[in-house]
């Protein structure tokens, strides 16, 4: 069976067709064109579009070189292999690269036949750029989808030995069906022989008597809050007492719990300083000044609830991860003082700023900060009080004047510059007018022309900076 077919009477389909009227086909059928001669050298070429050529390296040049000269080196074969058969029947489409003036090589599929009978062969060429393109976006898009993937399986590899390596009994619960989905070795370990139909079991079927009930409210409560109390409970197998606690995090479109379990007699072991550490953690958490603690770059580890309060969040959960600097009331500027200060002095004292709230609402704030190497990682304390009750009884009261350079400089990062340059203006004022009134014997009249002021402009200026006896029989 025949795969292709010819023209059956090209004489008198075509008619008397002469040499213009062929190159012009053979132009438009084609975005490249070659007329190549028995030594393979480009005799005349044929560009349909204009960007084909510009693309190209040297186009115009072609004529008089061979063909395997305007190729790249993986395709001369190719044309070779394109000329041999040529001059026995047409040839099969291959794909030509050709050297590029403005980066990549542009890819060109070739056909060639020969036309008449003086060995002159023709090439027609079809442009795949715009396949190469599509080729290339589809490479790069599978490279991206293997890096995803990759980053994926480091993920939950990296997660899956936390999971088993743990000292503690780990818990992943289905918050819909409250049935146990993953268990680790820790926690096999608590159950004993339930281990083997502990997967799949019902989670609160785990515990005995009312302490079931105990350990449904704190999954209720980290249900609606994001976060709740620890419970004590005691298991059905074993009869053993453990501490129950427990998190939200969803994963897709399912939320689940993961569940920690403490032996209560192994805590009684540890001894005082926990006991002593786990009242301060607690006085911490229901302080009445906000306490967070963040990764080395501002992200959020873990915050109280008064500081959850004054960012208006409902749960713990939507601040943990987000970085501090999304509350503080300078973008840019507040969290890479504190930052820069931890990193060089390890402590922060009573810097002042604002505090925004996720609903609008804003608050005078002073934090004091500190760093601290746990077990090789460095975490920061930022310990936050709302000084706005303090500092708007009727009108705020203006800072306390700084009378030195030193006191002005321990300024910077705690305030603008703004109010560093108007303090700075204040501070020289007041040494001035001092100085004066030190020269002249506590004579204002004198001081005031000293001073180039009118007496009633220095009697401003004495009252705003509290010098003197400002009595109007002082005054006389």
Avoid at 363 to 370: L, P, R, T
């Amino acid at each position: 069976m025949s795969v292709a077919a010819t023209f059956k009477a090209p004489k008198k389909s075509l008619g008397d067709l002469d040499a213009e009227a062929a190159a012009t086909l053979i132009s438009a059928a084609s975005d490249v064109a070659l007329v190549v001669d028995e030594n393979s050298i480009i005799r005349d070429v044929s560009f349909h579009a204009e960007d084909l050529a510009r693309d190209l390296e040297e186009p115009a040049r072609w004529v008089g070189r061979k063909w395997t000269d305007v190729v790249t080196v993986e395709s001369r074969p190719k044309v070779a292999a394109l000329l041999s058969e040529a001059k026995l029947k047409a040839t099969r489409w291959r794909q030509l690269n050709h050297p590029s003036a403005h980066g990549p090589d542009v890819p060109i599929l070739y056909s060639a036949v020969q036309a008449g009978k003086a060995g002159r062969i023709v090439a027609f060429g079809r442009d795949l750029r715009a396949v190469s393109a599509v080729q290339q976006r589809l490479v790069d898009a599978q490279q991206l989808m293997e890096r995803d993937y990759s980053r994926l399986r480091h993920v939950e590899m990296r997660y899956r030995l936390l999971f088993h390596m743990s000292s503690e009994a780990v818990l992943v619960v289905d918050a819909a069906t409250q049935k146990v989905l993953e268990a680790n070795p820790a926690a096999m370990a608590l159950f004993g022989d339930a281990q083997a139909r502990l997967i799949g079991q019902g989670f609160l079927g785990l515990f005995a008597g009312d302490t079931g009930s105990a350990v449904q409210i704190l999954l209720g409560g980290v249900r609606a809050a994001g976060r709740a109390d620890d419970v004590e409970a005691r298991l059905i197998e074993g009869k053993v007492d453990v501490r129950v606690s427990a998190s939200l995090f969803r994963q897709e479109a399912a939320t689940f719990f993961l569940v920690r379990l403490f032996r209560a007699r192994v805590e009684a072991v540890r001894g005082e300083d926990v006991k002593i550490q786990s009242k301060l953690l607690k006085l911490v958490e229901s302080g009445p000044d906000g306490f967070v603690v963040t990764e080395p770059n501002g992200d959020i580890i873990v915050a109280n609830a008064a500081f959850l309060e004054m960012a208006q969040l409902s749960s713990e959960e939507q601040a943990r991860g987000e970085s501090l600097e999304r509350w503080l009331g300078r973008p840019g500027v507040d969290m890479n003082v504190l930052i820069a200060n931890l990193r060089q002095r390890g402590s922060v004292r009573l810097f002042a700023t604002t505090l925004r709230g996720d609903f609008g609402a804003t608050a005078e704030v002073e934090i004091s900060a500190v760093s601290a190497n746990n077990g090789g990682e460095m975490s920061y304390g930022f310990a936050i009080r709302n000084v706005g009750l303090r500092l708007t009884a009727g009108a705020r009261p203006t800072r306390e004047l700084p009378r030195s350079i030193e006191q002005l400089t321990e300024l910077i990062g705690r305030v603008s510059l703004k109010e560093l340059v108007r303090e700075s203006t204040d501070v020289i004022e007041r040494l001035c007018i001092e100085a004066a009134l030190e020269i002249t014997g506590d004579n204002r009249a004198s001081a005031a022309e000293m001073l180039g002021l009118s007496r009633q402009s220095l009697y401003v200026k004495l009252r705003r900076y509290g010098l003197g006896d400002l009595s109007e029989q002082a005054e006389m």
